[in-house]
């Protein structure tokens, strides 16, 4: 779907640029304290929230 729209603009509007931008890295550099206030700030509920903790520390455990 999200091809399919990219590909429509690109055709049909005039575009300056685009960008490709690879969030994979972000993941290892970001600082996962500041990461987790700022969901923090934005998902109320505590359940998902301890989820995506339990996630972050299990995929950094793989990766170390």
């Not at 600082?31 to 301890?50: F, G």
């Amino acid at each position: 779907m999200a091809l399919k729209q990219l590909d429509n603009t690109i055709m049909t509007k005039p575009v300056n640029h685009i960008i490709d931008a690879d969030i994979c890295g972000f993941f290892d550099n970001v600082n996962h304290e500041w990461l987790m206030r700022m969901l923090k700030e934005r998902i109320q509920d505590k359940n998902l929230l301890k989820l995506i903790k339990s996630y972050k520390r299990k995929t950094q455990q793989v990766w170390a």
